[in-house]
């Protein structure tokens, strides 16, 4: 069993990755933090308890709220991608169950000190403000964390924020640059890999014919991202980003990469927020680099399938 925190933005594909984790018999979600990116802080830590209570479960999984802002630059969003609400304007009923009173910053870093050695998988899918401020304000919560699955970053594929720069990494690259120097074990999947994982009309069906409320939801969720995609964007076929994380952690061979160093680019500039590997045998991330894109459907499938 994997005992996981998700750090999150949600954001359609966030939403989409927190129904597959809520579905997987591999995976104890311990508690779901949010943070500021596709919409603002607030809207994020709305939307995690609007998906934690459409898949039926309650306040026995807390939702923190996190960073209203990133460390040091201007806040950014992405609503042209997952429109104003964060969740592409789908009607979901207002959340009943209240926010949790623990911040997100401490939840992180009270798990990770009260856990046993290496035993906390901390999968994060929004800017890493709050990462970042865990490990600066407890630098002992390395302890505790058997590895970091984050999305972030670009290499090859180039970004899709500025022609450099990925849009977690973008919008708090100084947090990135905290986290990916840890020395903390991470694998990290960038859009190298999820540019690669598309959800296609095909993959869509493929999901909703799993027939529970999740796969419904995540049915409706995939549309929605990618008649976003395709009006921000020109593209039919929105990317699986954020999911990718909770495959990695249920099924990790569908990844190959490479180990590496990540450099953040932080100076201002048009390469502000690019990701640099620099391949090497001992770094501590692993960069994913190929997907097997079929299979990771056939995977989100089964997870979805997991909870009536
Ligand atoms: C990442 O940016 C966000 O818009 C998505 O939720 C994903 O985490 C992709 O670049
Ligand atoms: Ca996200």
């Known amino acids: 069993m994997n005992s996981v925190i998700i750090?999150?933005?949600?954001?359609?594909?966030?939403?989409?990755?927190?129904?597959a984790a809520f579905g997987a018999s591999e995976i104890d979600v311990l508690a779901i933090t949010t943070v500021a990116g596709n919409v603002k802080g607030p809207q994020t830590a709305v939307n995690a308890r609007i998906i934690r209570e459409a898949a039926g479960l309650g306040d026995t999984l807390p939702v923190c709220a996190g960073a209203p802002r990133p460390l040091l630059r201007d806040p950014v969003t992405a609503e042209d991608f997952h429109?104003?609400?964060?969740?592409?304007?789908?009607?979901?009923?207002?959340?009943?169950?209240?926010?949790?009173k623990t911040h997100a910053v401490n939840m992180i870093v009270q798990t990770c000190q009260t856990a046993q050695d290496a035993s906390i998988t901390l999968v994060v899918t929004g800017p890493m403000t709050n990462v970042a401020l865990a490990l600066t304000m407890a630098p002992n919560i390395a302890r505790g964390l058997k590895e970091i699955i984050l999305m972030g970053g670009a290499d090859t594929e180039g970004g899709n924020i500025t022609s450099f720069a990925e849009f977690n990494v973008f919008?708090?690259?100084?947090?990135a640059a905290i986290v990916f120097n840890s020395g903390i074990p991470i694998r990290c999947l960038s859009l190298d890999v999820t540019h690669f994982v598309r959800a296609?009309?095909?993959?869509?069906?493929?999901?909703?014919a799993v027939g529970t409320v999740p796969?419904?939801?995540?049915?409706?969720?995939?549309?929605?991202?990618?008649?976003?995609?395709f009006s921000a964007k020109g593209d039919r076929d929105a990317p699986l980003h954020d999911p990718t994380t909770i495959l990695a952690v249920t099924k990790p061979d569908l990844f190959t990469g490479r180990t590496t160093r990540v450099e953040v680019i932080t100076?201002?500039?048009?390469?502000?927020?690019?990701?640099?590997?620099?391949?090497?045998?001992?770094?501590?991330?692993?960069w994913y680099e190929q997907a097997d894109d079929a299979g990771a459907f056939d995977e989100l499938c089964r997870l979805l399938g997991g909870v009536a």
């Open 7 to 19: 750090d999150c933005d949600p954001g359609l594909d966030d939403a989409v990755a927190l129904l």
């Open 83 to 100: 429109g104003s609400t964060g969740l592409g304007n789908l009607p979901f009923p207002d959340p009943q169950i209240e926010l949790s």
């Open 171 to 175: 919008a708090d690259p100084h947090a």
């Open 200 to 208: 296609t009309a095909e993959r869509v069906a493929q999901v909703r």
């Open 215 to 229: 796969a419904s939801i995540a049915g409706d969720l995939l549309e929605a991202s990618c008649k976003l995609e």
């Open 267 to 286: 100076e201002p500039g048009e390469q502000f927020g690019r990701t640099i590997p620099h391949f090497d045998p001992d770094g501590p991330v692993l």
